[in-house]
């Protein structure tokens, strides 16, 4: 039976670093308020470069990892809220900018489950056959619709980009995954509304205040805590596993206090848990591949381990993945 296997992973980030106390000299916030509520120190945020700048180049990276041609690519699907364009896709930029001429490309929007369904698609692709393999990336510029007079949200995001390259093997990969939607809370977590202004009718356009992100902290938290617990439950009874079959558990980098709790409910020890929130922030779609790409770069995972992803995000949606190294 084909599978998709997951050959190389890249990650990419701005180079400016705002730390907590940076943002504490622009709204009324402070180190340790952040520290406490969300276990965020610093995030990485855009001196101007867009969002097609960091997932271009996460997948020169990837084609370089994977010591693969451009041509060869069959398919590019990027994750992202942020994207420069209404249209063109990121995926059509980086097609453009890569040279993959002979690839499919498009984006997909389930904000920071996004990488989840991206990779979710592209694993149907490989599995349906006809396609050999895939770039799959996440990749934001949050910073472009964070309102930064708002103490309440500006703390939680950073900018950056994460990916991997699939192929399709007869050996395992992708093994189980659990996604869905729960569109009938979307209004706990919105971005990006503009309004339908045209020459017929009264609307004004311009900047919408519902344009920046906007949420319902406790509504997300309780959503997130929920969703993740069942799904991560869902997963390893299906496949008959405890938590010490995984290697690794690569949760969404929204919150540490998110982590606490699943990791508390589900008893597994929190070190299984690998986090970088407290450098990157909240980078939504990049998030999960960010995280899965510092645990590959760092050599932590050998072959036939198994790693867990999981994430939740705007829409409402949630995704987790269970993936054999
Ligand atoms: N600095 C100082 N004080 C602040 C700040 C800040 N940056 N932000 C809010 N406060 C204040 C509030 O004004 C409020 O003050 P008040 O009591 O005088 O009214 C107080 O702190 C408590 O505010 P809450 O919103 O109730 O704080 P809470 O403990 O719920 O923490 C947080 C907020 C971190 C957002 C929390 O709700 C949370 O973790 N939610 C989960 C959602 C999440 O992680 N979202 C990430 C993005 S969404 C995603 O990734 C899918």
Redesign the pocket.
């Known amino acids: 039976m084909i599978s998709t296997r997951v050959i190389a992973t890249a990650g990419c980030v701005p180079e400016q670093v705002v730390t907590n106390d940076d943002l504490s000299k622009i709204?009324?916030?402070?180190d340790e308020?952040?520290t406490q509520?969300?276990g965020i120190k610093e995030r990485h945020i855009s001196s101007g470069e867009n969002t097609s700048a960091l997932v271009i180049r996460v997948a020169e990276k990837l084609l370089e990892r994977a010591g693969v041609e451009a041509e060869k690519i069959d398919l590019i699907i990027v994750a992202s809220v942020t994207q420069d364009y209404g249209t063109p896709s990121l995926a059509c930029m980086i097609q453009k900018e890569i040279g993959a001429v002979n690839a499919v490309a498009f984006d997909v929007i389930a904000?920071?489950s996004g990488f989840m369904f991206a990779l979710s698609t592209a694993d149907k692709y490989i599995k349906a056959g006809g396609y050999k393999n895939a770039i799959v990336i996440g990749g934001e510029t949050l910073s472009k619709i964070v309102d930064w007079t708002d103490?309440?949200t500006c703390?939680?995001f950073g900018d950056g980009a994460g990916g991997a390259y699939v192929e399709a093997s007869d050996e395992a990969g992708i093994i189980r995954e659990n996604i869905g939607s729960a569109g009938a809370q979307y209004e706990i977590?919105t971005e990006g509304y503009t309004e339908c202004a045209n020459a017929f009718n009264e609307n004004k356009g311009g900047v919408h205040p519902l344009w920046y992100v906007n949420?319902n902290?406790?509504e997300?938290?309780k959503f997130?805590t929920k969703k993740v617990i069942k799904s991560l439950e869902k997963v390893m009874a299906e496949e008959n596993l405890t938590q010490e079959d995984i290697k690794y558990f690569v949760p969404?980098q929204?919150?540490v206090?998110?982590v606490e709790v699943v990791s508390k409910k589900l008893d597994i020890p929190f070190e299984k848990f690998y986090m970088n929130m407290d450098r990157f922030g909240?980078t939504?779609s990049a998030s999960i591949p960010m995280a899965l790409n510092e645990i590959n770069e760092k050599g932590l995972l050998e072959r036939g381990n198994l790693v867990m992803l999981s994430g939740?995000?705007?829409g409402m949606t949630w995704g987790t993945m269970l993936i054999r190294w």
């Open positions: 709204v009324d916030t402070t308020w952040i509520r969300t904000a920071c103490r309440s703390v939680l977590l949420m902290g406790r997300v938290f997130a969404h929204a919150n206090r998110i909240n939504s939740f995000g705007g």
